[in-house]
């Protein structure tokens, strides 16, 4: 006689049994037992899973601005515009109103023409605010340190309208002011 240890194939737990077939150790006393141990391991994921699943959205948002905010301190517009959908249907909202991506990053480009005038970007007070499974709102503040030579300290509102795209999370229209 030998001793065969295996996973029980309903909850996982091990079980010790003989050559001849017979339990010598199982966690639990019936099948229904196991079950139950099973069902509860299942329901324990899931209630300790749903908030981690919740936040996500709201995490990866957050994710797309902070490299926005990595790019535009490096100097880096193109970098900085990757945040943004790349569609005609882009809009940016300022003074003006600048429809489509390589618009929105040629008034950037004009509005920025050096790292001196980018200066350091920073946001601040952000909320952002679920519209769905497929779109998002952000507000919050903006501030760049600049020199006075560079244009001095600028700061301001805004508000970004998010959409999941196949590439992630993208802005698909920015009001700043």
């Not at 920025?112 to 679920?130: A, C, H, V, W």
């Not at 508000?159 to 999370?169: E, M």
Request: aromatic share 12%.
């Amino acid at each position: 006689m030998f001793l065969m240890v295996f996973k029980c194939s309903v909850c996982a737990d091990w079980v010790w049994k003989t050559s001849s077939n017979r339990v010598i150790f199982h966690y639990h006393f019936s099948r229904r037992d196991c079950l139950y141990t099973a069902f509860m391991k299942k329901f324990l994921c899931l209630v300790v899973g749903l908030p981690l699943m919740a936040a996500a959205p709201e995490q990866e948002i957050r994710g797309v601005m902070d490299a926005q905010v990595d790019a535009w301190n490096r100097g880096d517009i193109q970098g900085f515009m990757e945040g943004y959908e790349n569609s005609e249907a882009t809009t940016f909202v300022g003074s003006a109103i600048t429809k489509g991506h390589a618009l929105v990053l040629a008034r950037y480009l004009k509005s920025y023409p050096t790292r001196e005038k980018m200066g350091t970007l920073r946001f601040s007070d952000i909320e952002t605010r679920m519209l769905g499974t497929e779109y998002a709102s952000v507000i919050g503040r903006f501030h760049l340190d600049r020199s006075a030579e560079a244009g001095g300290e600028a700061a301001g509102i805004f508000t970004l309208l998010f959409r999941k795209t196949g590439q992630g999370w993208k802005i698909i229209l920015d009001h700043t002011s």
